[in-house]
């Protein structure tokens, strides 16, 4: 399957610090998803891009996709302690593939 | 939400017994997606369907099968658990529209002693 490498796995930040994760793909995406995962919930649909270079905001979200279409990322600024949870890619097609997932935690 | 109940929530079994897991869904979507979720591994896919008697692999499909004999139902099958199988999985449906992101269920805890 398609290959995406997410990172970092782990992030601990102090709440109003800022938080990023990053997706790499060896390959050029058609497109890519991002989801979040509260603590003991299951994954929900944050976003989609599409177009290179597109960048999308939702409140304190900011979401990238790469010039190439090969990475992509989600900053999320002045964290709260309701953006815990885990925030994962996803390479979309008939399959999708998640991205390893990488868990904020936020210390108030 | 929409509309998807996985059942059982959870489940305690013992090596070598066989497992289902049923995922219902009440819009009648064509693709369906079975995931297992892992520390550090993520979501990782199982096996997918894209419609009644259509199935096909994901990334980590040994020691699992599935059947869809009616488009709301897609089932799991664990032919002898074994205790790497212990973990959270999740049912998933995507709408038929293009570029549709996935809707999951809240999720199965097995545990395999």
Aim: glycine content about 8%; hydrophobic content about 25%; overall charge positive.
């Amino acid at each position: 399957g398609q290959q995406v490498m997410q990172i970092p796995q782990y992030q601990h930040v102090q709440e109003g610090e800022d938080f990023t994760t990053y997706c790499n793909s060896s390959t050029t995406l058609s497109n890519i998803q991002w989801y979040k995962q509260r603590p003991g919930g299951h994954p929900v649909f944050l976003i989609q891009l599409v177009k290179s270079g597109e960048v999308k905001k939702q409140k304190r979200l900011t979401f990238q996709f790469g010039e190439a279409k090969k990475n992509s990322s989600l900053h999320i600024t002045a964290t709260q302690t309701t953006d815990v949870g885990t925030y994962f890619c996803a390479v979309t097609g008939n399959q999708f593939y998640f991205g390893t997932g990488t868990s904020l935690t936020v210390i108030p | 939400d929409a509309g998807i109940t996985q059942s059982p929530r959870h489940k305690v079994t013992e090596t070598g017994t066989p497992v289902t897991l049923r995922c219902h869904q009440t819009e009648n979507h064509r693709y369906m997606y079975w995931y297992r979720q892992d520390p550090g591994h993520g979501l990782r896919l199982i096996h997918y369907s894209y419609g009644v008697k259509d199935t096909d692999k994901g990334e980590v499909s040994d020691g699992y099968s599935v059947s869809r004999s009616k488009t709301e139902d897609f089932l799991l099958t664990l032919e002898s658990a074994t205790s790497s199988q212990t973990s959270v999985y999740f049912c998933a449906i995507k709408r038929d529209r293009n570029n549709s992101p996935l809707h999951f269920g809240n999720g199965t805890r097995l545990t395999v002693t």
